[in-house]
T-cell receptor
Framework: DVKVTQSSRYLVKRTGEKVFLECVQDMDHENMFWYRQDPGLGLRLIYFSYDVKMKEKGDIPEGYSVSREKKERFSLILESASTNQTSMYLC??????????????FGPGTRLTVT | SQQGEEDPQALSIQEGENATMNCSYKTSINNLQWYRQNSGRGLVHLILIRSNEREKHSGRLRVTLDTSKKSSSLLITASRAADTASYFCATGGHFGNEKLTFGTGTRLTIIP
């Protein structure tokens, strides 16, 4: 079974802090994704990566950056946390195939509160 | 921008009844997927239907796709309390585009 793990289930940070959210997958997937989920807005894509050191902006990248130094690990970085970044953050991974879109496998989520 | 819109936003039914959720989308797609999310957890993939398919079954799940109307429906038959969850449709774009665009979800409650 594919397993996607996230470093924390709950996290509380102060405004202005630099925050790192870590995601690790164990199935050698090429693609990895970071979403945030807010009530009434569904899932919104922040960034995704299709290979090591490769990244592409999603729909709401402002205030975030990412790092993918190893294939299995994809990190989301909040450079200076703000209260409007309080949210549920979900990591996902999928296989790459250039003629199709594969299902995504999700981690359990990190509920981040910025005070 | 949100591609998929689920309808209804919330649905409550008695255990044993069938539950139907609908999804509409705006642009052409390669495939459409349905996911389930239990409260406060990650999403779990349920079923994928390709743009050239009209219907697909998986256990108690039945998915239909009408590309002319840009809509899909998810039917859960003989519902169980464990089916209580939020359900999301997600659309996959053109070839080579790995991104999925998720809707806002339908919250399903099964009353025992």
């Amino acid at each position: 079974d594919v397993k996607v793990t996230q470093s924390s289930r709950y996290l509380v940070k102060r405004t202005g802090e630099k925050v790192f959210l870590e995601c690790v997958q164990d199935m050698d997937h090429e693609n990895m994704f970071w979403y945030r989920q807010d009530p009434g807005l569904g899932l919104r894509l922040i960034y995704f990566s299709y290979d090591v050191k490769m990244k592409e902006k999603g729909d709401i990248p402002e205030g975030y950056s990412v790092s993918r130094e190893k294939k299995e690990r994809f990190s989301l970085i909040l450079e200076s946390a703000s209260t409007n970044q309080t949210s549920m953050y979900l990591c996902a991974s999928s296989l790459f195939r250039d003629t199709d879109t594969y299902e995504q496998y999700f981690g359990p989520g990190t509920r981040l509160t910025v005070t | 921008s949100q591609q998929g819109e689920e309808d209804p936003q919330a649905l409550s039914i008695q255990e044993g009844e069938n539950a139907t959720m609908n999804c509409s989308y705006k642009t052409s797609i390669n495939n459409l997927q349905w996911y389930r999310q239990n409260s406060g957890r990650g999403l779990v993939h349920l079923i994928l239907i390709r743009s050239n398919e009209r219907e697909k079954h998986s256990g108690r799940l039945r998915v239909t796709l009408d590309t002319s109307k840009k809509s899909s429906s998810l039917l859960i038959t003989a519902s169980r309390a464990a089916d209580t969850a939020s359900y999301f449709c997600a659309t996959g774009g053109h070839f080579g585009n790995e991104k999925l665009t998720f809707g806002t979800g339908t919250r399903l409650t099964i009353i025992p």
